[in-house]
């Protein structure tokens, strides 16, 4: 087995000097630490990232903190999609993910504080955002490094996102346009997340613009929803659109759209419109922010899909 001392021979530098190089460490020049990792690949040779670890007092794992989800909800595959850009990106940089989750905030805090001070994690990656969130404030208060998808509940949090509410407002646009129609029924959860806000904000503000009536309804809502004071629906995610016209089947047949473009939901419902939110370079993007700490957040464009 190569060691680092081969390495160093291989590429003509000291042992000090090959094992800086492999760090990435700022001081070695570009072509040096070029020439130490072709050595490294030609021998065979892996930096020991558990020794590391044990040395820094750091992991070199990433966490990513899902949302409060009740058991038996529908997975969002959102969440899915944001992992595999997740993933891909973490590769160069060496590192793993592991995945914070829980039914209740309180369970949901105690598994990244799990990671925190049992697993020396210090980077996060939080897939919700909120204004007033408990796991985010103990993350602020223990000052590490973490980068939220969404719009941020605090100034200076770091954040990725996409304009949700132009997404809602274009989204509008095109299918009132594309399938005539003028009385869309917006669709929620009833948690009412702050992207659903946007959308949602995006949606009145075109419906004004035309002086026709915003209604909307949350998924779970015991009120009776009248199908034929509409003619189509907009969905704030394509698990909502699923969840609605499983429960309220009268709306199967409108016109729709709706936000995120799975392909197992895209391939059960081929013929609504979409808005491809791009969750996988959303999660690129978290994990460039995440090694970049002189950046505060960055915007990734949306898609619509007639």
């Known amino acids: 087995m190569s060691t680092i001392k081969d390495v160093a021979r291989q590429a003509g ?3 000090s000097t090959a094992s800086r190089a492999l760090n990435n460490n700022p001081r070695i020049s570009d072509a040096t630490r070029q020439r130490v990792r ?14 590391k ?11 990513l903190v899902f949302p409060v989800t009740e058991e038996g909800a529908f997975a969002n595959p959102f969440h899915l999609d944001l992992m595999r850009g997740v993933a891909a990106k973490l590769a160069p940089h060496h590192y793993e993910m592991a995945v914070a989750i829980g039914q209740t905030t309180d369970e949901l805090l105690n598994h990244v504080k799990s990671l925190v001070e049992n697993a020396n994690v210090t980077k996060l990656l939080v897939f919700y955002s909120l204004k007033k ?10 000052n590490l490094d973490f980068v939220i998808i969404g719009q941020p509940g605090q100034a ?3 954040f990725v996102d996409s ?12 299918l009132m346009k594309q399938k005539v129609v003028s009385r869309p029924l917006f669709v929620s959860s009833a948690q009412r997340w702050p992207y659903e806000e946007q959308r949602l904000a995006g949606y009145r503000q075109r419906m004004e613009e035309l002086s026709l009536p915003a209604q909307e309804v949350a998924i779970d809502s015991v009120q009776e929803v009248d ?3 509409f003619d189509s629906l907009i969905a704030s995610d394509d698990v909502n659109y699923l969840h609605f016209v499983t429960t309220h089947p009268q709306f199967s047949s409108l016109p729709a759209l709706c936000f995120n473009n799975s392909r197992l939901l895209g391939m059960i419902m081929p013929g609504v419109m979409k808005v491809d939110l791009v969750p996988r370079s959303i999660g690129s993007a978290a994990v460039d922010l995440l090694f970049e700490p002189a950046i505060n957040h960055r915007l990734v464009d949306f898609k619509i899909i007639g």
Request: aromatic share 8%; proline share 2%; hydrophobic share 35%.
């Open 13 to 15: 530098v000291s042992v």
């Open 38 to 51: 072709q050595a490294a690949a030609k021998l065979g040779y892996r930096l020991n990232y558990a020794a």
């Open 53 to 63: 670890n044990l040395t820094s007092g750091k992991s070199n794992i990433v966490g």
């Open 133 to 142: 969130d408990p796991v985010i404030d103990y993350l602020r208060k223990q």
């Open 156 to 158: 200076g949090d770091r």
């Open 163 to 174: 304009d949700n509410r132009l997404a809602g407002y274009r989204g509008t646009e095109l």
């Open 227 to 229: 199908a034929q004071k």
